[in-house]
């Protein structure tokens, strides 16, 4: 299959394509979606605060009632002392906020210090009125004093260390949470931003050589030529533009745009250069990063085929191995080859250069869960075979 057999597949229009998975999770977490419940339910920080209160104290009023009732006494006695104390404790609450909100924009030694004094304050201030008017609500209810006075005392300050306690830990948990989304989009956006460089190191000798190329069939007349050039090397570059480095598209779709790129080298090289695709049908609906082979591609004509009088070959093979659910890309030329294989840019920095960006790209977006490998071929030339996850469109 020749380069304008690609073309003709109905690939001219603009592909589609999906985020890599990690910028897409991140996404998804900035977005607010695909969050765990307690995520959602935490959320709204002043929707949380009101439920919070409201579970809490009502909470409270039931153990007191219970309280009561095992003290002996009536519930329909005890009702109104126990709506009393809730509400105290409920503007006790309200008012430790506003401390503690002032005290957690100076430092936290300040905010826990607070927490202690406050808390044992209110509940002393809390207690001392639930005891002077329990009479008015409990006629037998008695003086307290002794053990009886330091328990209750005790059970209006733990109340309050225990909520200050869950404030401080919410406050905590959103702060984290906060800070987590922070790093994660500071890391998305290096993650695109290294994509973006690697992916857009176009070697400016391209179009140098395409625009001269152009200019000398413009000088020689040959219009139509000149013009079909114009429009492929305008279809490859908006290709890349299109096409974020962070997206996918389909091996199809990548197949047309490399036709491109090497019909317009095949103007400059005319017959010099002999390119060869073996492509099986499954393959062709694989998703790989966009322009991948692009560099690896155009290494191979400036060290096989550029060089040579006679010219070079260049061939591109892609197969899906379904045991091991992999894509398999494989790129051929019959050039020198690397003398050092283990290291292509002491061998030949453009080379190498070129060999590393595509290196770091699969690295960046599918991490460990890929190969490249680098073999010098018999009796010479230079194999290239990648291998990553066969996912489909």
Known sequence: ????????????????????????????LMD??????????????????????????GGYALFRLFTGYANG????????????MTFVGFLSSLMLRQLYRQTRAISLFLSIGAALVASTGFGMLQSAFVIKIAPYFVPDFG???????????????????????LYFGYQFYVDL??????????????????????????????????????????????SVDANKMLTKLSN????????????????????YALGLYLDIEEVRFEDRLDVRYEIEDDAREGLIPSLIMQPLV????????????????????????????QLILKLSDNGPGIDDIDNPVGASVSSG?????????????????HSMELKNTDPKGLAITIKIPFEKT
């Open 32 to 57: 607010g979606e695909g969050k765990s419940m307690m995520d959602r339910l935490l959320a709204d920080k002043q929707r949380t605060f009101w439920l919070f209160q409201a579970m809490g104290w």
């Open 298 to 325: 155009e290494n191979a004509i400036k060290y096989a085929v550029a060089p040579s009088e006679t010219g070079g070959m260049i061939s591109f093979a892609a197969a899906v191995d379904h045991a091991q659910g």
């Open 73 to 84: 006494y009536f519930l329909s006695e005890y009702v109104g002392i126990t709506i009393m």
């Open 177 to 222: 949470q906060r800070a987590r989304e922070r790093v994660l989009k500071a890391t998305a956006m290096a993650h695109q931003a290294q994509l973006k460089m690697l992916r857009y190191q176009l070697n400016p000798h391209f179009l140098f050589n395409t625009l001269n190329a152009i200019s000398t069939l413009v000088l020689e007349k040959e």
């Open 143 to 165: 003086v307290a004093e002794g053990l009886s006075l330091l328990g209750n005392l005790m059970l209006e300050t733990l109340t309050l260390l225990a909520w200050s306690g």
């Open 1 to 28: 299959m020749d380069n304008h057999d690609i073309e003709n597949k109905g690939l001219g229009e603009k592909p589609t394509a999906s985020h890599n998975e990690t910028i897409e999770e991140t996404s998804l």
């Open 236 to 255: 490859f570059l908006r290709y890349t533009l299109v096409n974020q480095p962070t997206q996918r598209v389909s091996l199809e779709q990548e197949l």
């Open 353 to 369: 250069v070129g060999i590393a960006n595509t290196r770091d790209r699969l690295q960046q977006i599918y991490g460990d869960d």
